[in-house]
C-alpha cells in the first residue's frame, strides 16, 4: 500500500495516496483545476501549463504544474490566485489566437476573463495539445500522427504511410481533440496522399 | 603505445617529452580557430610548413597548428613561442619573413601590433592591449599546444591532477576541493558545481553519469569551443577526476553535429587518452574504469537544455521534462546524472593542482576564478578573453576591447546571448560576477559580451533574439511557443513604425506569463532581454510605439477630413 500525505489545497485539508500528483489529489478531493493537455488514461504531458497552481513553502510562493508536480506532505497549494488567474488569461488569449471558436477555450475564457482578440491572430485551429499525438502512441501504440517541425512552426501530422493501414477503422482521436483540427488534418492528408481513395471506394473496405 | 600502468610511469613518460624538447627551439604557433580558419589561416600554416621545410631540420624551427588564441578580429594569428612575440593579420606571403626571423631571434616589424592613434608597436603578448589585462589561465595553453597530439598537453603538465586525484585524494577529498573552491557552473546558471556533484554522488542507485555539455549554441558565443577545440585533454582531464569523484563510470560528450573540427579533435583525443592508459579500464593502474561517448545534437537550440539533452542522448527527441526532480537525481534513463558545461570541466583539472585555496583567492567573494567571455558586437577588439571574476566591464570593453569601432559613443552592453539582457553605458563599471549582473539584468550567461554603440536600436535587438528563440524553441509548452511568437508580433509592429496603445501592457503580460510558466530554461529566460529592454529603455520603446500611434492618429485625420 503507498503511503499516504497530508495536504492543505485551498484551506482544505486534503489526504492523498503518496504516488499521486497534486492534480490527481485536488480533483479527487472535488476541487477543479483546468486543463487542456491533460487526459488520465495518458502520461500527464505538462504543455498547455493552463493546470499551474501556486505553491507555498516556508512563506515563499512558487508556481508549478500541478500535473507533474508531485503531492508531498505538508504541502500547502492555491489553485486559485491572482498570479494563477493571470497565467490562465495569457496562456488563454494566446491560445484563442488559433483557435476562437474551440467550446473548451471559450468556456474557459469566460471563468478567466481572457481577451479573444488580445494577440494577433493565427486561425491555425491546432492548439498542439497532443492528446491525438500521445493516444496514438501510448495507448494505440501506431504513432500515425506526430508533431513536426518545432517552435512557433510546429504542427501535427498524419503519417500518410502508417495513417493509410492504422487510421481508417480507428479515429478515436478526432473525439478527443478540443478544436476537430485532428479530423481535419487526417482528411487532408487522406485527400493528399491518396487523391480519389474515397471516390473508388477503397476506404469502406479498409 | 603501451598504457601508461602507474603515476610514475606518467612521470616517466612527462619527463622523456620534456627531455627530447631541450633546448626548446622557436616555435610558430599558427592559430586554427573558428576565426582564424575562416580567414584562411590554414594557407598560412601551408606556406609556413613549407618555409620549415625548405630550410630543413638543421635550421631548427618548429612549426605548431593551434587552437584559438583568443585575438579574432586580427587573425590569422601567429605567435612565437618561446618568446611569445605575436604576428597579427598573417598572409601566406609572410612566411618566409616570418620563418627567418623566427630562427635568428628577431621580429617581423611590419606584422607586430600597432596601436591605431600612436602607432606604438607591442611585439610581444604580454603587451599587446588585448592580452595584456587578461589572466588566461585557461587559454594560455592554447598557442603552445596542437590539439591533435596529447604530447604537448603533457609536456606543459597534462594528467597531473588527475594522477594526483587518484593516487593522492579519495573521491570525497575531491569533492570537497571543488566545493571549497566554490566553481560555478559556467553554463548559464551560475550553479555550485561542488554541491551538484555531491548530490550525483550521493543520489541513489549503482550507476551514475558524468556529461559534457558542449552544445554551445547562441549568437555571440564562441569561448567553449575556443577551450575545447583548442585544448581537448584540458576538458577531458576534468572530466576523468569528476567521474571519479561523483563514482561514474561512463561519461557523455554532448556536442553539435554541425562542428567537424571540434568532433575531430574530440574523437581523436579520446583516441589518444585511452592508447594512454589515461581512458578506459583500469586508469593509469590505478582500478578506476571510465569510458566517454560522444553524443551529438540535431541541431537544435533547445537540446542544450540539460533535460532536453539527455532525452536526446537516450535516443529520444530533444524535448525538456520538468525538473521537479534534478537531473543530479534522475537524469539519462532515471539514473543520476552530473552535467557540467565545458569551462565548468576545464576548471577542474587546476584546482586539484594548485588546490582549492590558490582558486578561491582569485575574483570576488560569490564568483571565483577567471571566466572566458566572448567579446563581440561594435567593438574595435573582438575575440575570446579571459578574466578574473571581479574585473570591472569597462576593463573588458575599454581596455581589451578597444572601446567601439567608430570611436562613436556606447550605448550598451549586453550579457548572455538571446537569454540575457542589456545594461546601459552608465554601469559600464558593474563588476564581472554571477550575482551583481544578474541584479542588473545582465547575467553573464555563457560568457557572451556584446558591445552595441548609440546607432543601435534597442527594440530591433530585443525582436531578434526572440525570433531567434522562437525558431530554436522545441514547441512543447504553449507560454514559450505562443507567448514567445506573440512577443515577436509586438515587437515587430514597433519596429515596423505600426505600434499602437496597450504595446507595453500586451508586452510585460506576455513577459510575466512565460517567465513564470515554461516549462524549462529556454522559456523562463526567453523574455530576459525584453525586461532589461524594459528596465533601461523604456522611453526609447515608448517613442517607438508613439511612432506608430502618431500615424494611425493622422490616417483618422485625413478621413475625418
Known amino acids: 500500500m503507498n503511503e499516504v500525505v497530508v495536504m492543505q489545497i485551498d484551506g482544505k485539508e486534503v489526504k492523498a495516496s503518496a504516488d499521486m500528483t497534486v492534480l490527481q489529489a485536488a480533483r479527487a478531493a472535488g476541487i477543479d483545476v483546468p486543463t487542456l493537455c491533460h487526459h488520465e488514461k495518458l502520461e500527464p504531458f505538462g504543455a ?110 498524419f503519417i500518410p504511410e502508417i495513417a493509410a493501414t492504422e487510421c481508417w477503422g480507428c479515429q478515436e482521436c478526432f473525439a478527443l481533440c478540443p478544436t476537430s483540427y485532428a479530423q481535419a488534418a487526417y482528411f487532408l492528408t487522406e485527400a493528399l496522399a491518396f487523391p480519389g481513395r474515397r471516390k473508388n471506394g477503397a476506404a469502406t473496405a479498409g | 603505445m603501451t598504457p601508461l600502468r602507474s603515476a610514475a610511469e606518467l ?124 589572466t588566461r589561465l585557461l587559454l594560455g595553453d592554447n598557442t603552445r599546444i596542437d590539439p591533435m597530439r596529447i604530447d604537448d598537453y603533457l609536456a606543459v603538465g597534462g594528467y597531473a591532477a588527475l594522477s594526483k586525484a587518484l593516487f593522492e585524494m579519495t573521491p570525497e577529498q575531491v569533492v570537497d576541493e571543488i566545493k571549497r573552491a566554490h566553481l560555478r557552473g559556467r553554463g548559464g546558471g551560475g550553479f555550485p558545481a561542488g554541491q551538484k556533484w555531491e548530490t550525483a554522488k550521493n543520489a541513489p542507485g549503482d550507476e551514475r553519469y558524468v556529461i559534457v555539455n558542449a552544445h554551445e549554441g547562441e549568437p555571440g558565443a564562441f569561448m567553449d569551443r575556443a577551450i575545447f577545440t583548442g585544448n581537448p585533454h584540458k576538458v577531458l582531464e576534468g572530466l576523468i577526476i569528476g567521474a571519479y569523484a561523483i563514482g561514474s563510470h561512463q561519461g557523455y560528450i554532448y556536442t553539435r553535429h554541425d562542428s567537424p573540427q571540434l568532433i575531430k579533435r574530440i574523437e581523436h583525443a579520446l583516441a589518444q587518452a585511452e592508447a594512454h592508459g589515461l581512458l578506459g579500464q583500469d586508469i593509469l593502474g590505478s582500478g578506476f574504469d571510465f569510458n566517454v561517448e560522444l553524443h551529438f545534437d540535431v541541431g537544435i537550440f533547445v537540446s542544450g537544455e540539460s533535460s532536453a539533452l539527455m532525452r536526446s542522448i537516450e535516443g529520444l527527441p530533444p524535448e525538456p521534462r520538468p525538473k521537479y526532480i534534478r537531473t543530479s537525481v534522475a537524469g539519462i534513463r532515471d539514473k543520476p546524472s552530473n552535467l557540467n ?99 542588473l539584468g545582465a547575467p553573464i550567461g555563457a560568457g557572451g559580451l556584446l558591445v552595441m554603440d548609440e546607432d543601435t536600436d534597442m527594440v530591433e535587438v530585443a525582436r531578434y533574439f526572440l525570433e531567434w528563440l522562437t525558431q530554436e524553441s522545441c514547441g512543447k509548452c504553449v507560454p514559450c511557443r505562443e507567448g514567445m511568437w506573440q512577443t515577436v508580433r509586438v515587437l515587430d509592429n514597433i519596429t515596423k513604425g505600426k505600434g499602437r496603445q496597450g ?39 515608448e517613442a517607438q510605439i508613439a511612432r506608430g500611434e502618431d500615424r494611425d492618429d493622422a490616417a483618422a485625420g485625413s478621413t475625418a477630413r
Not at chain 1, 471558436?101 to 475564457?109: I, R, T
Open chain 1, 48 to 157: 498547455c501549463r493552463l493546470c499551474m497552481v501556486e505553491l507555498e513553502t516556508r512563506g515563499r510562493l512558487s508556481w508549478v504544474v500541478s500535473c507533474l508536480y508531485p503531492v508531498a506532505q505538508g504541502l500547502v497549494v492555491r489553485t486559485r490566485s491572482e498570479r494563477v488567474d493571470k497565467i490562465r488569461k495569457v496562456i488563454l488569449e494566446e491560445l484563442l489566437a488559433h483557435a476562437p471558436n474551440a467550446p473548451e477555450l471559450v468556456a474557459m475564457a469566460k471563468e478567466y476573463r481572457a481577451d479573444p482578440n488580445r494577440f494577433e491572430m493565427d486561425p491555425s485551429f491546432c492548439v498542439l495539445c497532443g492528446l491525438c499525438v500521445r493516444y496514438c502512441a501510448e495507448i494505440r501504440g501506431k504513432h500515425a500522427v506526430d508533431f513536426i517541425e518545432r517552435g512557433a512552426a510546429r504542427e501535427i501530422s
Open chain 2, 11 to 134: 612521470e616517466q613518460f612527462r619527463a622523456a617529452i620534456v627531455s627530447s624538447r631541450e633546448p626548446p627551439k622557436p616555435c610558430i604557433a599558427v592559430c586554427a580557430g573558428a576565426a582564424c580558419h575562416g580567414m584562411d589561416s590554414q594557407r598560412v600554416a601551408d606556406a609556413l610548413e613549407a618555409e620549415v621545410a625548405r630550410l630543413g631540420p638543421a635550421a631548427g624551427i618548429e612549426l605548431r597548428v593551434t587552437g584559438c588564441h583568443g585575438y579574432c578580429a586580427k587573425g590569422p594569428n601567429v605567435v612565437v613561442n618561446p618568446t611569445e612575440v605575436c604576428y597579427f593579420e598573417v598572409r601566406p606571403e609572410d612566411a618566409s619573413a616570418i620563418v627567418a626571423s623566427a630562427r635568428d631571434g628577431t621580429v617581423v616589424e611590419r606584422l607586430v601590433y600597432a596601436d591605431p592613434e600612436t602607432g606604438e608597436k607591442a611585439r610581444h603578448l604580454s603587451e599587446v592591449p588585448f592580452y595584456k589585462h587578461q
Open chain 2, 341 to 439: 558545461n565545458v569551462e565548468t570541466w576545464a576548471n577542474v583539472a587546476q584546482i586539484i593542482e594548485r588546490g582549492a585555496d590558490w582558486y578561491a583567492g582569485i575574483g570576488t567573494e560569490g564568483s571565483k576564478g577567471t571566466k572566458l567571455v566572448s567579446l563581440s558586437g561594435h567593438v574595435v577588439n573582438s575575440g575570446v578573453v579571459e578574466v578574473p571574476m571581479g574585473t570591472p566591464l569597462r576593463r573588458i570593453v575599454e581596455d581589451i576591447g578597444g572601446g567601439t569601432a567608430q570611436g562613436k559613443p556606447i550605448k550598451a552592453v549586453h550579457f548572455g546571448g538571446p537569454m540575457g539582457g542589456s545594461i546601459p553605458a552608465r554601469l559600464i563599471d558593474a563588476r564581472l560576477d554571477f550575482d551583481e549582473l544578474a541584479k
Open chain 2, 503 to 541: 504595446d507595453i501592457e500586451r508586452l510585460q503580460d506576455l513577459n510575466e506569463v512565460t517567465s513564470a510558466a515554461c516549462l524549462c530554461a529556454l522559456g523562463k529566460t526567453a523574455a530576459d532581454p525584453l525586461k532589461s529592454m524594459l528596465r533601461y529603455f523604456r522611453p526609447e520603446v
